[in-house]
């Protein structure tokens, strides 16, 4: 081995050797820590204070450990940090020159209490009139554009990763967020929070995290773990997100995991995420857009492969009892007032894809949105979708701008399945076959029922091979006639009502369902009629008048016809609730059928007699 090459391995030793002989000499320990207390207020504005020991160790590795030290962080806001433990580890090479450069920073027992601005008060918009409303919005358009244009002047003066730090190390540790007037404290356990390589020049920092937040009373905590890495870049002043990965549970009954990429602008207050979301059997993916300055605020273009709000259940006893409540009290009853002030603090755009979304059993399939919301006006542009085995395609606006809010909508179902849409609102599928739907609606009010019962507009429904379970009408009426001709059946008929053809015009008016006119063809009988269904009650009244066919005999003998019963309109009248037995719908009035009977017997004989004296008088 060469005398050079000895000498460049022998180097760094012996250095290390000086450093260690040197240094108790040239450094005590008060005066390393003034030092490392110098650099930190230097470089990010902390100042640190040490009421505990302070002890210098030089191997295995050098390091400055105290003990009850303190931090107090500057800005606005007041931070104070306090820790049981606190170890500094230093570079040994810059010390030679009596410079401080920090290797790794080690944390146990901190304690750091944070005292939140005061806050401004929310403005409660349901306050205002129309014209404040009005006033509202433009003035918080012309705010968010000088906030706009005033974002990019400012640079923050000091990022919190502003120190070069190979390793940032903290365990059992708490935060404490107090709120302005110290009445209430929001304590955050750091479990575990690793960094390395914290640097302000655009290199990767890996980070792990781990937290618990308490829960609601006798529930676990609420678990966060976070794990990728991160890039700051001084300069521009924007921090870099690495494939950070974030786990949460506790907050949802299943657990919540999110993954994001993309670029955070501190001084804009914006970010540009690519995330990847999963929640149970839930999976999404997409482009998410925050900017606190512009419109829309969040712009985000999503593709779930299913939806359902059962999902979005909240964990904890509580939130099973409020669950369990509302269903057994069948939901909220629908007087609550809207809620108004919440979407007039929305500004979003969206363009969903969803595979599949479940609403109250209504299964939505291919579903795709585009959704702009602002100033009060959620303007769903497009909805389409397959629904009940039906083609979906419809528009809505729903505009909360005033106080009394206004919904607007209009599209059309086709081909859909009726015996599906009865199960999935949880009824028999009492009726079978297809159905076209088409509609122009449009309603105002303050709550939801306000909104139903104003609701006005034409619907057209066209049907094909439908068919009516537990209720035969040409049985019912051939029972009638039967009866009319002193006979009995002497066949079982189906109690099935089979529509060769049924159409009807309806129109919205009081939260009301007008079905007027209502046409229906039977093999045997032509219906036509009107009634209402009323939403609310989930009532329905029908009046029916049929003619019957001249041959009706064939369903039974005893149910022939002639020229009398033909030439009557047979009254049929239904009434009941949608989710009572079809059995119990409709009856035949026999009354009005006897008076009809009588009025033409007695028309007849007048006729007859007529005719008769006519005859005598003309053969004089």
């Known amino acids: 081995m060469s005398r050079t090459l000895l000498i460049l391995l022998a180097t760094p030793v012996l250095l290390v ?3 260690a002989l040197l240094i108790p000499v040239l450094l005590d320990e008060e005066k390393l820590l003034a030092m490392a207390a110098d650099t930190l207020e230097k470089e990010t504005g902390a100042v640190l204070l040490v009421k505990g020991g302070a002890s210098l160790s030089i191997f295995p590795n050098l390091s400055l450990q105290l003990g009850d030290a303190s931090i107090t962080m500057p800005g606005e806001q007041e931070m104070a940090l306090k820790a049981g433990s606190l170890g500094i580890g230093l570079e040994l090479m810059p010390l030679l020159s009596r410079e401080i450069e920090i290797a790794d920073i080690s944390i146990d027992g901190l304690v750091m209490t944070i005292q939140a601005a005061p806050e401004q008060p929310a403005l409660d918009t349901s306050t205002l009139s ?27 003066a000091a990022l919190p990763l502003a120190l070069n730090v190979q390793r940032l190390s903290v365990t059992n540790s708490m935060l404490e967020m107090v709120s302005a007037d110290n009445t209430e404290t929001t304590r955050v356990k750091i479990v575990m929070l690793e960094a390395k390589g914290l640097n302000p020049d655009d290199r990767s920092m890996p980070i792990n995290l781990h937290i618990q937040l308490d829960g609601e009373e006798g529930a676990p905590p609420v678990d966060v773990t976070l794990e990728g890495a991160v890039r700051v870049d001084a300069a521009s ?3 870099a997100l690495e494939n950070i990965a974030v786990s949460v549970k506790g907050v949802m009954a299943e657990r919540v995991t999110l993954q994001a990429s993309g670029v955070v602008e501190l001084m804009k207050q914006a970010a540009d995420l690519q995330i990847e979301l999963v929640l149970g059997d839930m999976r999404g993916d997409g482009s998410v857009r925050y900017a606190s300055f512009e419109t ?40 609550q007032a809207l809620p108004l002030n919440a979407i007039r603090a929305i500004d979003t755009k969206a363009i969903l894809k969803i595979d599949s979304a479940n609403f109250s059993g209504h299964v939505v399939k291919k579903v ?10 959620v303007r769903l542009n497009s909805l389409t979708g397959t629904v009940h085995g039906g083609e979906l395609d419809m528009k809505a606006t729903f505009n909360a701008k005033h106080n009394t809010a206004k919904l607007t909508t209009k599209g059309g179902l086709k081909n859909m399945d009726l015996a599906m849409a009865l199960e999935a609102m949880g009824s028999e599928p009492i009726v079978t076959g297809k159905a076209n739907l088409g509609w122009r609606l449009n309603s105002s009010g303050s709550t939801a029922n306000q909104l139903i019962e104003a ?9 094909s091979e439908v068919v009516l379970q537990s209720l035969g009408i040409e049985k019912m009426l051939c029972e009638a006639v039967a009866l009319a001709n002193h006979e009995s059946l002497t066949k079982q008929l189906p109690d099935i009502t089979r529509f060769e053809n049924l159409s009807v015009k309806l129109r919205m008016d009081k939260g009301k369902v007008q079905l007027k006119p209502l046409r229906a063809e039977l093999s045997k009988v032509m219906l036509s009629g009107e009634g209402a269904l009323d939403l609310l009650q989930q009532d329905f009244k029908v009046s029916f008048k049929a003619t019957l066919s001249e041959d009706m005999g064939e369903l039974d003998p005893a149910c022939r016809v002639n020229d009398r019963l033909t030439a009557i309109a047979w009254p049929i009248n239904c009434k009941g609730k949608l989710a009572g037995d079809p059995a119990d719908w409709c ?23 007529g005719s008769k004296l006519l005859d005598k008088l003309f053969k004089r």
Do not use: C, W
Not at 368 to 377: E, K, Q, T, W, Y
Not at 587 to 609: F, N, P, R, W
């Open 237 to 239: 002043q924007q921090l």
């Open 587 to 609: 009856g035949v009035d026999s009354q009005k059928i006897i008076e009809d009977l009588a009025t033409k017997e007695v028309q007849h004989q007048l006729e007859k007699e």
């Open 296 to 335: 829309p605020q969040i712009n985000a273009k999503l593709h779930l492969n299913k939806f359902d709000p059962a999902l979005l259940a909240l964990a904890g006893p509580d939130a099973a009892a409020a669950a369990d409540s509302s269903a057994s009290n069948g939901g909220a009853d629908g007087d």
């Open 17 to 19: 050797v000086i450093a």
């Open 368 to 377: 795709r949105a585009n959704l702009r919301v602002v100033d009060g006006i």
């Open 130 to 156: 129309d014209e404040q409303l009005d006033e509202f919005y433009s003035k918080r358009r012309e705010a968010l554009g000088s906030a706009n244009q005033a974002a990019g002047q400012e640079s923050i």
């Open 455 to 463: 609701m006005r507009g034409p619907i057209d429904l066209q049907t």
